[in-house]
C-alpha cells in the first residue's frame, strides 16, 4: 500500500475505533489474503451496531473529509442495503488519488448473503480492531470459501452455440453483437480453465485466474474485439483451437467422454464463412 494512503487509513481507523456504534474492523480484498502490495486500495470492514446501520453511511461520509485533502466521489454498489453497505471512494492526498472502499456490516443481519461474503475465511490476523469479541466470533464461525465448480458440458454447449453465431456477426460487420460474443466464449473459457486449475477459495473469476497455470492464462488474451474484422475472425478460430486442446486435456484428466464433432463442425463453418474477410 502506497504510505500517503497508509497514513489515511490510520487516520480512518483511530477514528473509527473511537465511536461507539462500530464494534470491529477487519481487513478485506488483497490484504486478508497476504496478497496486497504498492498498489493496492483500502478495504475495510466496519461492523455496525444495528441500531446505529441506518446513519452510518453519513458518518463515513463526514469523516472522511477530514482525514484527506478532498472526496471526489463515492460510487455504492448495487447491492446496498439494510444489511450491508460497501461504498467506494475517491480521495485526494497531496495531489494524488486513492481509491478507499468502505463495506458496512449490519452486526444485527449477520446471516444475509452479502454480509457471509464479506467474511468468509476471515482469522484472527485479520482483525483490525474489536471491541466486545464480536469479530473474534466471527472469524472462528466463518463461512470457507471454495474452489471454482462448473458443468462442463453444459461449458462445452454454450461455446460452440455462441461461437457459431460468431459467423454472422461478421458478415453483418456487427461489431456490438460480436463484442457481446467475446465476452461470453471469454467467460465460457475461463471457467472451463477454472474448474480444472482453481487454486484460492477467495475472490471471483479475474482474481482466481491469476492462480492458474500462466501457460493457461495465455489462452484467454485473443478474447477482444476491434474493428478489424479480419483480425476478429483470426481471434476467433485462435480461441477456439485453444478452447478445444483445454477442454479435450480437461475432459481426460476427468475420465469424461469427449466429442468433438460439434466444434470442428462450427469451427470448419465459421472459417468458410468468412474466408472472404
Not at 474492523?25 to 498498489?39: C, L, Q, R, T, V
Not at 466521489?73 to 453497505?85: K, Q, S, T
Not at 471454495?146 to 460468431?166: F, G, K, P, V
Request: with cysteine; hydrophobic share 40%; aromatic share 10%.
Amino acid at each position: 500500500m502506497n504510505q500517503d494512503l497508509k497514513n489515511i487509513f490510520e487516520k480512518f481507523i483511530e477514528k473509527t475505533r473511537s465511536m461507539d456504534e462500530i464494534l470491529g474492523a477487519w481487513n478485506f480484498g488483497s490484504e486478508m489474503h497476504g496478497k496486497a502490495d504498492e498498489y493496492s486500495d483500502v478495504d475495510v470492514v466496519l461492523l455496525i451496531d444495528g441500531e446505529s446501520f441506518v446513519r452510518m453511511e453519513q458518518t463515513v461520509d463526514d469523516l472522511l473529509p477530514e482525514i484527506c485533502d478532498d472526496v471526489l466521489l463515492r460510487w455504492e454498489e448495487d447491492f446496498n442495503g439494510e444489511a450491508i453497505v460497501n461504498n467506494g471512494y475517491i480521495l485526494r492526498n497531496n495531489g494524488v488519488l486513492f481509491q478507499f472502499d468502505v463495506f458496512l456490516i449490519n452486526n444485527d443481519m449477520l446471516d444475509d448473503f452479502m454480509c457471509k461474503i464479506h467474511y468468509t475465511d476471515l482469522s484472527e490476523k485479520d482483525i483490525i480492531f474489536d471491541k466486545r469479541g464480536e469479530v473474534k466470533r466471527l472469524s472462528e464461525n466463518s463461512p470457507k470459501g471454495s474452489l471454482w465448480s462448473a458443468d462442463i458440458c453444459r461449458l462445452q454447449r454454450t461455446y460452440w452455440y455462441h461461437l457459431n453465431m460468431a459467423a454472422k456477426y461478421l458478415l453483418r460487420h456487427d461489431l456490438f453483437k460480436l463484442e457481446g460474443i467475446f465476452r461470453t466464449l471469454y467467460d465460457t473459457h475461463a471457467s472451463l480453465l477454472l474448474s480444472a486449475y482453481d487454486t484460492i477459495t477467495w475472490g471471483g473469476q479475474a482474481s482466481k485466474l491469476k492462480y492458474i497455470p500462466e501457460e493457461k492464462q495465455e489462452h484467454l488474451k485473443k478474447y477482444y474485439c476491434t474493428d478489424d474484422l479480419g483480425l476478429d475472425r483470426d481471434n476467433l478460430v485462435t480461441s477456439a483451437e485453444l478452447f478445444e486442446k483445454d477442454l479435450s486435456e480437461i475432459l481426460a484428466e476427468k475420465n469424461m467422454l469427449h466429442k468433438p464433432e460439434t466444434g470442428i463442425a462450427v469451427k470448419k463453418q465459421l472459417i468458410d464463412l468468412t474466408s472472404e474477410i
